[in-house]
């Protein structure tokens, strides 16, 4: 780790001369600068280091600089750095090929996108071009990416006022205990009351006009808001009855981030349409895509699919995708987010919530956790703003990169986290709480 501290200060000062940020006021924004990385540590220029609870945008799954994927980068960039979609590729081949050995049987095809709202956009389109109908239903809680369909379907505060840039989308609340919306006391009762608020939503809307039903398997940015036992095979039963298109939105739940393959193998739901990115190659380099049950493949095989982009299945991130992939099964990284998650994450954040009176729950699986904080555990009023700016800036100082969403902390390094590094962030954590 070379210390020159100089390349912060000009790092930064670029940043903000030139660089505009997502989804942010310009004026009073203040980036950290990041110069390297290694597993689950990351570092500015001056050697300043940092333990990554928030896997940058939830996605470097595989760690900082994994050395078989920068690898396998280098010797693609040394080969053949593009490859039009319509032409074949080996690493464009392999790569679909590993995705869909992780897909539940009757899922053969892959189509490659440049990250997850376009997989989610085209998931969207094929579902209706399969169906014949318009309609797509998805929660008030959820995030499905910034274009057109996508960012209609999402319901969290970035959808755009008014539908200006698509057409037929309708929301619904899915579970969410701690808050519930439907008066339910137990898991059991929201399981089942938001199916039945589901199945209403669906007939009053038309069951002949509903194209698809497109859910997060785990709602991510929302707030890690693991569904009850339950709800996701009554949401499949509910797509039976009525002709309606499942997608499984795998953004940010898939490839290893809940300690399964896919989110949806912790409840054995086979969907119609998966829509991945992030963590299947951790983010080495951009790449998504929809996996696509052989129903949906099948209805273009004589059919023109109409979708497309210049950098589908571009070389580079399907090599970093075949050697992510292969380093996750070879080293038991899925395996290790699942037994750390389960024997270290969870009862750490059990601890955090028997200590302190500012947690009002705590939630998750694998390394994909959730810490929410309340003014007052009895009314579950969130933790004002101000005060999760202070938490954010004391982690910060101690050495933890957090993410934080409205009043949470998400618990969710990298896969590769170790028992021992989650110990230490969940104890700066700890520190960090007792402050308020
Ligand atoms: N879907 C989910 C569940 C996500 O979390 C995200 C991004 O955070 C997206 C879709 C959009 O992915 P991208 O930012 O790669 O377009």
Not at 366 to 378: C, N, Q, S
Request: glycine share 10%; charged share 20%; proline share 6%.
């Amino acid at each position: 780790m070379s210390q020159t501290p100089d390349l912060d200060a000009r790092a930064f000062e670029l940043d903000r001369a030139h660089v505009f940020h997502s989804w942010s006021a310009q004026g009073a924004l203040k980036p950290l600068v990041f110069a390297g990385g290694l597993g689950s540590r990351l570092w500015d220029h001056a050697g300043r280091s940092y333990l990554d609870f928030s896997s940058q945008l939830v996605n470097v799954n595989i760690g900082y600089q994994h050395p078989a994927v920068v690898a396998a980068i280098q010797e693609q960039a040394a080969t053949l750095t593009m490859v039009d979609p319509k032409h074949a590729n080996l690493a464009r081949g392999e790569a679909a090929e590993r995705i869909t050995a992780h897909a539940p049987d009757g899922f053969d095809k892959v189509f490659f996108t440049n990250g997850g709202a376009d997989a989610n956009e085209n998931a969207i389109r094929m579902a209706r071009l399969f169906t014949g109908r318009e309609k797509v239903l998805s929660t008030y809680r959820s995030y499905h990416g910034n274009t057109g369909a996508a960012i209609v379907a999402t319901g969290d505060w970035r959808r755009p006022a008014g539908n200006e840039f698509a057409h037929g989308h309708v929301h619904f609340f899915g579970p969410y205990l701690y808050r519930t919306e439907f008066w339910a006391g137990t898991p059991q009762e929201e399981s089942e009351r938001a199916l039945r608020h589901l199945r209403r939503v669906i007939e009053a809307e038309g069951p002949a006009t509903v194209a698809a039903i497109l859910l997060e398997t785990i709602p991510g940015t929302a707030g890690v808001l693991v569904p009850p036992d339950g709800y996701l095979a009554g949401v499949r039963a509910l797509c039976d009855e009525f002709g309606i298109v499942l997608i499984a939105d795998e953004v940010m739940a898939g490839f290893g981030r809940a300690g399964e393959w896919l989110a949806i193998d912790h409840w054995g739901i086979t969907p119609d349409l998966i829509t991945f990115a992030k963590g299947v190659n951790s983010g080495y380099v951009p790449a998504g895509g929809v996996i696509i049950s052989n129903p949906i493949a099948h209805h273009f095989d004589e059919r023109v699919f109409p979708g497309g982009l210049t950098y589908s299945g571009h070389p580079l991130a399907m090599a970093a995708i075949v050697a992510a992939l292969d380093a996750m099964a070879s080293e038991g990284i899925v395996a290790n987010a699942r037994s750390v998650g389960q024997d270290h994450i969870a009862p750490a954040l059990a601890k955090l919530a028997e200590r302190h009176d500012v947690v009002g729950e705590v939630r998750g699986l694998g390394v994909f956790h959730a810490i929410e904080l309340v003014a007052d555990r009895a009314t579950r009023e969130p933790l004002p703003d101000a005060a999760m700016g202070t938490v954010r800036t004391r982690l910060l100082e101690r050495g933890l990169l957090p993410f934080i969403v409205n009043n949470r902390i998400h618990v969710v390094p990298p896969c590769v986290v170790t028992p021992e590094e989650v110990a230490e962030g969940v104890a700066i954590i700890d520190d960090v709480l007792a402050t308020l």
